[in-house]
């Protein structure tokens, strides 16, 4: 069992160390990328390869930028460091933006910083890019975001920024690996299969319950259900940008392995299972739906009946490890 685990996580860092690239290597980036079997970009699509921490080492930036830089990248891949604060599951940013959030396909995080402010559906109103980071926070991290302006928010925002070198801000091109792309959705989604398929090739490292593993105060295996993972009303509880997330990058280190059939089963079974409240819950499961299906919740299971045992998903008030269902900066904005 140990010998399983350890040969795995070195074949997912292989994997990543494959695409670690600096500065004018963007053919052998994207070769390596569709060696394994990732499409091509097409030819109105931005490509960018972020920067490393070597490249950080190696810019003529001030010591000081430098350093609240690297602050930024250690907060994003130990997030547990602000466990009990601002993050109440077991999930660091990396648990789901891999490779530090460089990674194309894996929702890479740096188009934030050159897309933003901009309008957002699912809050409805214009966003800063410290307002993006405090949704993965609230939702993704079942947490409290850092204050706006805070050390640690403008930590984490400089480093998207740097991640983001060189590209024009408000690019017209799409671009190239962002988001968790979803497969075409297969005519029928089963949770048997789904159930069937998590048992064969995650249950190893996420475990049977969905619990993960955590060895002292570090996450090995993040948890994708109950009460350490993400809560309702994270991006991920779409079954789309889980099948998406899935078929790209699990298991781990071996990304494109599992067909869309396979993707879309395994996602509908793992976002069946019960996590902590939404957020916006209104006290009332069929009433958060109503006012949050329409823009968020038509993609999500949440207020359904499971389909192996008729059970309404998210029909609690259970908010996970916090004592709070919503932080104070999740409110409306009106410019007016
Ligand atoms: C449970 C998984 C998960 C975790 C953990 C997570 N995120 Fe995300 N994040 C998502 C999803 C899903 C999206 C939306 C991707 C899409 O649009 O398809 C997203 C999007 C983003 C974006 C916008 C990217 C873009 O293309 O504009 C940023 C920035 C971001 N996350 C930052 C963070 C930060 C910072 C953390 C840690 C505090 C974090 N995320 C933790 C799932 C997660
Ligand atoms: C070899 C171990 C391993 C296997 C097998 C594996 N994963 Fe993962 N998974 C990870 C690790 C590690 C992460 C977090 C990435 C990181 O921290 O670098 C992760 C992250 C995730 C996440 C996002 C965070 C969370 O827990 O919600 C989901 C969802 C997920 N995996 C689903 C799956 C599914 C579905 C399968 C089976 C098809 C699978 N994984 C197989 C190791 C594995």
Same mark, same amino acid.
């Given at each position: 069992m140990k010998l399983t685990f350890s040969r795995s996580v070195i074949a997912g860092s292989a994997f990543f160390a494959a695409l670690v690239f600096a500065g004018d290597q963007t053919d052998d980036y994207l070769t390596t990328l569709t060696e394994l079997g990732y499409p091509a970009p097409a030819d109105n699509q931005l490509v960018h390869i972020p920067p490393t921490l070597k490249d950080l080492e190696q810019s003529s930036m001030h010591p000081e930028l430098k350093r609240v830089i690297r602050r930024g990248h250690d907060l994003f891949t130990d997030t547990q460091q602000l466990r009990g604060e601002n993050v109440f599951n077991n999930m660091n940013c990396s648990s789901c933006h891999l490779g530090d959030g460089r990674m194309p396909f894996s929702a890479p995080v740096w188009p934030a910083a050159v897309t933003l402010p901009n309008y957002r559906g699912k809050n409805d109103h214009v966003n800063s890019l410290e307002e993006r980071i405090a949704g993965c926070f609230t939702y993704s991290m079942n947490g409290k975001p850092p204050d706006y302006g805070s050390d640690n928010m403008l930590a984490l925002a400089a480093y998207h920024h740097w991640l983001a070198r060189g590209v024009t801000m408000y690019p017209e091109q799409p671009i190239y690996g962002r988001g968790f792309p979803a497969p075409e959705r297969p005519e029928e989604v089963s949770y048997q299969r789904g159930e069937q398929l998590y048992k064969e090739k995650c249950a190893i490292c996420h475990g049977d319950n969905g619990e993960g593993l955590r060895i002292r105060d570090t996450t090995v295996f993040p948890a994708p259900w109950g009460n350490n993972s993400y809560n309702w009303g994270a991006g991920m509880v779409r079954v789309s940008s889980a099948a998406g997330f899935v078929k790209n990058n699990m298991p781990l280190g071996q990304p494109l392995s599992l067909t869309d059939q396979e993707a879309w089963d395994v996602a509908h079974f793992m976002n069946s299972q019960e996590r902590p409240q @939404?957020?916006?819950?209104?006290? @009332?499961v069929a009433e958060t739906l109503e006012k949050y299906g329409p823009t968020f919740h038509k993609h999500s299971l949440y207020g359904q009946k499971r389909e192996s045992d008729g059970k309404v998903l998210g029909d609690h008030s259970n908010t996970g490890n916090k004592d709070f269902l919503k932080p104070d900066t999740v409110r409306p904005r009106t410019f007016e």
């Amino acid at each position: 069992m140990k010998l399983t685990f350890s040969r795995s996580v070195i074949a997912g860092s292989a994997f990543f160390a494959a695409l670690v690239f600096a500065g004018d290597q963007t053919d052998d980036y994207l070769t390596t990328l569709t060696e394994l079997g990732y499409p091509a970009p097409a030819d109105n699509q931005l490509v960018h390869i972020p920067p490393t921490l070597k490249d950080l080492e190696q810019s003529s930036m001030h010591p000081e930028l430098k350093r609240v830089i690297r602050r930024g990248h250690d907060l994003f891949t130990d997030t547990q460091q602000l466990r009990g604060e601002n993050v109440f599951n077991n999930m660091n940013c990396s648990s789901c933006h891999l490779g530090d959030g460089r990674m194309p396909f894996s929702a890479p995080v740096w188009p934030a910083a050159v897309t933003l402010p901009n309008y957002r559906g699912k809050n409805d109103h214009v966003n800063s890019l410290e307002e993006r980071i405090a949704g993965c926070f609230t939702y993704s991290m079942n947490g409290k975001p850092p204050d706006y302006g805070s050390d640690n928010m403008l930590a984490l925002a400089a480093y998207h920024h740097w991640l983001a070198r060189g590209v024009t801000m408000y690019p017209e091109q799409p671009i190239y690996g962002r988001g968790f792309p979803a497969p075409e959705r297969p005519e029928e989604v089963s949770y048997q299969r789904g159930e069937q398929l998590y048992k064969e090739k995650c249950a190893i490292c996420h475990g049977d319950n969905g619990e993960g593993l955590r060895i002292r105060d570090t996450t090995v295996f993040p948890a994708p259900w109950g009460n350490n993972s993400y809560n309702w009303g994270a991006g991920m509880v779409r079954v789309s940008s889980a099948a998406g997330f899935v078929k790209n990058n699990m298991p781990l280190g071996q990304p494109l392995s599992l067909t869309d059939q396979e993707a879309w089963d395994v996602a509908h079974f793992m976002n069946s299972q019960e996590r902590p409240q @939404d957020p916006r819950y209104t006290g @009332d499961v069929a009433e958060t739906l109503e006012k949050y299906g329409p823009t968020f919740h038509k993609h999500s299971l949440y207020g359904q009946k499971r389909e192996s045992d008729g059970k309404v998903l998210g029909d609690h008030s259970n908010t996970g490890n916090k004592d709070f269902l919503k932080p104070d900066t999740v409110r409306p904005r009106t410019f007016e």
